[in-house]
């Protein structure tokens, strides 16, 4: 552990390392549980920077709320439309941040923004703790939530998820990494090829907002059954909440059951060899091919931050799940306990 820095408000942030003896490495902060870099070989051994993040301590705190880069999502990761939903009769009002809805816990007072307790388990894992406090964003309930952070030895970060409450609230979380496999600072990730392990996709509209209807992919351009390139259809999808053409949807995961491990999707750069796959027990995956970014910041490595630059692999639960009761639910009760596995493992190909 070292300090990386003090908040403008005083609070100390710590940079914690987790290692393999196979030489992956993953770095986070104690300020939202950031991964500010997954450093993984190329086919030929040489270790790069994956996952992008900011140069430094005064960037995430000025920007990091437009970019959510590596952070733990909060208490509810995605949009609930007009910033509130109901829990047994009992209307909650929330922080809209996003126009008229709520999106990632928001409005700088999410998970993303609160100091983690950080408890080090090996050089290959962490344990990070986090209480919300009753009225935390609007929320009801006190929340006891804890994220731990592990190395397995096939090269894979696996992030657990678990939480409890004392009154009837609802909770989605997910770690909102950036990827690019070519290394950080590579300009695009449009000749990735992607395949995602979905027949449906949630349809949402212009605001993000999901429609109620699950379409089956085939035929469009949301249909990664088969690997493709990121790029092949992207300009042809229309723009959504950004305003610029670009990947924002919710897949459906094909099996998902709320309990084993399912493939969502797998991610390949033939330049470099190196591939990732996503692994989770949520039942989508959220897909952002960073639309919005305009080149007016730089990444750590000192590259601007373009648009479809890196490509966000978002386990969680659907947007607006609380105000729609046929979707899968995101109620939490007291005596129940909220689980969630998320597996991204690294490898290379010949």
């Not at 590596?70 to 949009?79: F, K």
């Not at 601007?304 to 978002?314: D, K, N, Q, Y």
């Amino acid at each position: 552990m070292e300090v990386y820095g003090v908040t403008q408000d005083g609070r100390t942030v710590e940079r914690h390392s987790l290692r393999t003896p196979a030489g992956m490495v993953v770095r986070f902060l104690s300020l939202g549980g950031i991964v500010t870099a997954i450093e993984v070989p190329d086919r030929n051994g040489r270790i790069a920077n994956v996952a992008l993040g900011l140069p430094d301590l005064a960037a995430y705190e000025a920007r990091n709320e437009h970019y959510r880069f590596g952070a733990l999502m909060g208490r509810y990761a995605g949009r609930i439309a007009g910033a509130r939903f109901a829990v047994d009769g009992r209307e909650i009002r929330l922080a809209a941040n996003e126009g008229p809805n709520a999106l990632h816990g928001g409005a700088g007072a999410g998970f993303d923004a609160r100091i983690w307790a950080v408890e080090p388990q090996d050089d290959d894992a962490a344990s990070l703790r986090l209480v919300s406090e009753d009225g935390d964003q609007g929320f009801p309930g006190r929340l006891d939530v804890a994220a731990t952070y592990r190395l397995l030895p096939d090269n894979a970060l696996r992030i657990d998820f678990e939480a409890r409450a004392d009154t009837p609230t609802a909770l989605n979380l997910t770690n909102h990494s950036y990827f690019n496999l070519a290394g950080a600072g590579a300009p695009s990730v449009r000749d990735h090829r992607l395949r995602i392990f979905a027949t449906r996709i949630a349809e949402a509209g212009g605001d993000g907002l999901p429609t109620g209807r699950f379409p089956d992919v085939a035929g469009t351009a949301f249909d990664f059954r088969e690997a493709r390139a990121i790029g092949e259809r992207i300009d042809i999808v229309a723009p959504h909440v950004t305003g610029f053409p670009g990947y924002n949807h919710s897949w459906m995961v094909d099996g998902a059951d709320g309990r084993a491990l399912r493939p969502a999707a797998r991610l390949e750069h033939r330049g470099s060899g190196r591939t990732l796959e996503v692994l989770t027990t949520e039942p989508s995956i959220h897909i952002y091919t960073a639309n919005h970014f305009d080149g007016s910041d730089k990444d750590a490595s000192g590259a601007p931050l373009v648009r479809h630059c890196s490509i966000a692999l978002e386990t969680q639960h659907l947007p607006d799940s609380p105000n729609r009761p046929g979707f899968p639910s995101t109620a939490l009760r007291p005596g129940e306990v909220f689980r969630s596995t998320t597996v991204f493992r690294f490898g290379v190909m010949p």
